[in-house]
């Protein structure tokens, strides 16, 4: 393959059943469903093949380019930044050098997804230009959860592959059999006219958040176990919503979700989550959801057109940055 190849991902931001989504948390709870929409703010990789051995690594987000004189010098490089770049090269084992440059639009810890994304945008890449293509999305997300897992050290969930992978509203089941998706458009929802989405500017640590949940799950905490099944109810309730159209409840299952998510590790929130929270109810929002695990990143807003004005005017002054994103489509 001679021509360079451009990938873009959305992102996401999870509705309901986040954390449900870690292997075998769902388990513990008899299984559970997860809802989530890709947005577009997007990572981005470009490949672009050489004749040579040599290979060029560059991270916009990270400020980093550098070149190697084969795969080996590539993969033997002891800079920890490369680590993510290196494990991607390690499972495919290109036999060609290339140029590979890589970028995100999601703040850094913003609890949308970006390493997710960059990981399924990277995966995209290197299935077409070593010409092994997956065969199903599932294939994909279990290659791509299994890598980050390795990089991360920590357990990892699988949500957030799917809509990076596909975009659009993504209902995901768990259960024995392994993992269900359903992929829905957001167009002519109330998801794209009442979404606002609003950074803390604080970043969030997810797998520290949710390596906690798993040992208090594993330990079999009460209060775990019992967070954890009033998020599954809610995601069930928050999924039959959206089948039916029954948006005014919403707001409702978002609080309640809040709530409940807070009692499953008050590290959840945090003083400038809640800060926004009281803001942007006070401005006429009707309910605000955490973005991943919480603890600062984004913060779902979810308003009647009519306040957003209201409510971006009162968060930027606070000092919160409201970001210019939308759901997307299926791609």
Request: net charge negative; hydrophobic share 40%; aromatic share 8%.
């Amino acid at each position: 393959m001679s021509q360079k190849i451009h990938i873009q991902s959305p992102t996401r931001v999870d509705l309901a059943g986040g954390t449900l989504d870690l292997w075998p948390l769902f388990l513990f709870i008899n299984g559970a469903s997860t809802i989530n929409v890709a947005i577009d703010v997007y990572t981005r990789v470009e490949l672009t093949p050489r004749s040579d051995s040599r290979i060029v690594l560059e991270s916009l987000d990270l400020n980093i380019r550098k070149e190697y004189e084969n795969l080996m010098d590539a993969l033997l490089d002891g800079d920890p930044r490369m680590i993510l770049l290196q494990t991607q090269l390690r499972y495919w084992m290109p036999l060609r050098g290339f140029e590979l440059k890589t970028s995100s639009d999601s703040p850094v810890g913003g609890g949308l997804g970006g390493s997710s994304s960059l990981t399924i945008s990277l995966m995209k890449a290197f299935a077409r230009y070593c010409e092994k293509p997956f065969s199903d999305v599932h294939q994909m997300v279990q290659v791509a959860h299994n890598i980050e897992a390795e990089i991360l050290n920590t357990p990892t969930g699988t949500q957030d592959y799917y809509p990076a992978a596909s975009g659009g509203l993504n209902i995901l089941h768990y259960d024995y059999n392994g993992i269900q998706q359903e992929v829905l458009n957001v167009s002519s929802t109330p998801i794209a006219e009442k979404f606002m989405l609003i950074y803390t500017g604080k970043a969030h640590h997810s797998g520290l958040n949710n390596f906690e949940v798993m040992k208090d799950a594993v330990n079999k905490d009460q209060t775990t176990l019992q967070a954890l099944r009033d998020l599954k109810a809610i995601a069930i309730e928050t999924e039959l919503a959206v089948r039916t159209g029954r948006w005014n409840e919403i707001g409702s299952l978002f609080r309640r979700e809040y709530e409940a998510r807070v009692r499953l590790a008050p590290e959840f929130s945090s003083p400038e989550i809640e800060r926004l929270a009281e803001l942007s109810l006070q401005n006429g929002a009707e309910a605000v959801k955490i973005c991943g695990a919480g603890g600062g990143g984004c913060v779902l807003v979810w308003c009647p057109p009519e306040n957003k004005q209201g409510v971006a005017s009162a968060c930027q002054k606070a000092g919160f940055q409201v970001m210019d994103a939308k759901p997307v489509n299926p791609v």
